[in-house]
């Protein structure tokens, strides 16, 4: 007698009808032709997919859209699903997400969660180098042991360029692999580590690429995240003026430089009411938790264990602001609905966001052996991408004579390039792309490239030393945190 199918080889064999059935011609268009409101209404399209799908997995699920579309994510994200098939199934979502009321339910709330990858598993980088040494499965990102080059001589506040720049008139570090750096281009996620002298692993530095690119919830996501970018720098204080671009900070915050006090960065420079302050708190604090939370599940358990092990030594808060206090989780957007994790932990006590800015050669003093970055947008703007140069109208001895030296060399930022992050002791360059999420080490010179009208809009974490020097200050003298005016520089 034939053997039965196991219950994994009957659910495989039903993807596969399941697949080949939403693969025909009529449903495709079926499926590409939804509206809103037959998702609202149960129109015939849907009751029709339904009905299909209850046949063909052996189910009774009736009308009920939420089993629906988990059979069509399954598709979706299946090998044989082709890419019409995909726009197809990604439209019925976009249909669906339209359709979301102001307050998502519970079952609604898990589902995106589980989308965004909170509920993946942990992994340590030590077990994957020995798992891929012993001969099994490699890693997702390709792995590089190198050490550092301590004596790169390269000045603090050193400006970075991945062209050779005559134009600017500065001393510039070229990092182009001609120059000795590896370029980490935008399709590759790679893990540099070093082996130290007791054996150990040391992770060096950790460039994931297309994070949330395969969620649906991707583009909403990243569309509200960099809203939200551009209306902070708009409306807070620049705490780096004398550098391109704008990056301000939420959390803990030392003020003025020339003060001796901790407090909650209350940055904002516009004279906007409460609650308008409270919204964008929430907002902002709600980009850098989702940040965290992604990035504690998706980098390996080594640097946010060591992260998270000095934060609750040193008995340090959550992410807070002075109209945001801590407690009760944190707020994203989708679909214009606000999406709230009450139980969630937010990000660490100090984050950064950041719109076109371009960071000099530098070191940061921290508190832990990492830091960590999220590019949300990169996008070139025209108006800064150096142009041709022109020629002369009037025919002048010095123009003649600018014409036998030869037009002035024009400054291009390599393909793809151009605000990109350099390691300069690694002399590792990582060029910037959306969804790019990276683990750095701050206590080393690194910097970002002139960007030649590249420009990027991203989070980062940082542990600065200043902050947790006086943190630990007033809480043996018993002084509380109190909210400043003014905020100043956190590291």
């Given amino acids: ?171 510039v570090i070229v990092t182009t692999e001609s120059t000795g750096f590896d370029v980490v281009y935008e399709d590759q996620s790679v893990i540099y580590y070093s082996v130290g002298d007791d054996g150990k692993t040391i992770i060096e530095l950790i460039v994931l690429r297309d994070v949330l690119g395969k969620s649906r919830y991707a583009g909403e996501l990243f569309a509200w ?28 915050n030392m003020g003025a430089r020339s003060a001796r006090a901790i407090g909650l960065a209350s940055s904002f420079k516009l004279d906007l009411d409460k609650a308008t302050k409270a919204a964008h708190d929430q907002d902002a604090v709600g980009v850098i938790s989702l940040a965290w939370g992604l990035m504690e599940k998706l980098m390996p358990q080594e640097v946010i264990n060591i992260t998270r ?58 508190y832990t052996p990492y830091a960590f970055a999220f590019n949300i947008d990169r996008r070139i703007n025209p108006k800064k991408v150096p142009s041709e140069p022109s020629e002369p109208v009037h025919q002048t001895r010095t123009a003649i004579k600018k014409q036998k030296e030869g037009p002035a060399p024009v400054i291009r930022g390599p393909p793809g390039g151009g605000s990109s992050f350099v390691d300069l002791s690694l002399k590792v360059v990582v060029r910037q792309a959306l969804g790019t999420m990276m683990a750095i080490r701050p206590e080393f010179m690194h910097g970002t490239s002139m960007g030649y009208g590249a420009e990027n809009s991203g989070v980062t974490i940082s542990f600065s030393e200043r902050i947790v020097e006086a943190w630990e200050t007033a809480r043996r003298l018993g002084i509380t945190v109190e909210s400043f005016q003014d905020t100043g520089d956190g590291n």
């Fill in 1 to 171: 007698m034939p053997k039965e199918p196991t219950v994994k080889e009957a659910r495989r064999q039903h993807l596969r009808n399941w697949i080949t059935f939403l693969s025909q011609r009529d449903v495709l268009d079926r499926l590409k032709g939804l509206t809103p409101a037959d998702i609202a209404e149960s129109g015939t399209t849907t009751t029709y997919l339904c009905a299909e799908a209850a046949r063909i997995w052996s189910e009774s699920i009736g009308l009920k859209l939420s089993r629906l579309g988990e059979l069509l994510n399954q598709a979706r994200k299946a090998e044989e699903c082709t890419d019409e098939l995909r726009l197809a199934i990604e439209n019925f979502w976009a249909c669906k997400q339209a359709t979301i009321p102001p307050h998502v339910t519970h079952g609604e709330k898990r589902e995106i969660a589980e989308e965004l990858g909170f509920h993946r598993k942990h992994y340590y980088l030590q077990d994957l180098i020995a798992e891929a040494e012993a001969g099994g499965t490699a890693p997702p990102f390709t792995l590089r042991q190198k050490l550092r080059d301590h004596h790169h001589g390269v000045k603090w506040g050193a400006h970075l360029s991945e062209v050779e720049d005559k134009v600017a008139g500065k001393d």
């Fill in 225 to 252: 995240m960099h809203a939200v970018i551009v209306e902070a720098c708009k409306d807070r204080t620049n705490v780096r003026p004398n550098h391109t671009g704008k990056i301000v900070q939420l959390g803990l």
């Fill in 309 to 366: 092990k000095r934060l609750t030594e040193l008995g340090l808060p959550e992410l807070e602001t002075a109209n945001l206090r801590s407690g009760g989780g944190y707020t994203i957007k989708i679909g214009g609905s606000d999406v709230t994790f009450p139980t969630a932990k937010r990000a660490p006590p100090e984050g950064y966001l950041s719109n076109g800015y371009e960071a000099r050669a530098h070191e940061d003093k921290a």
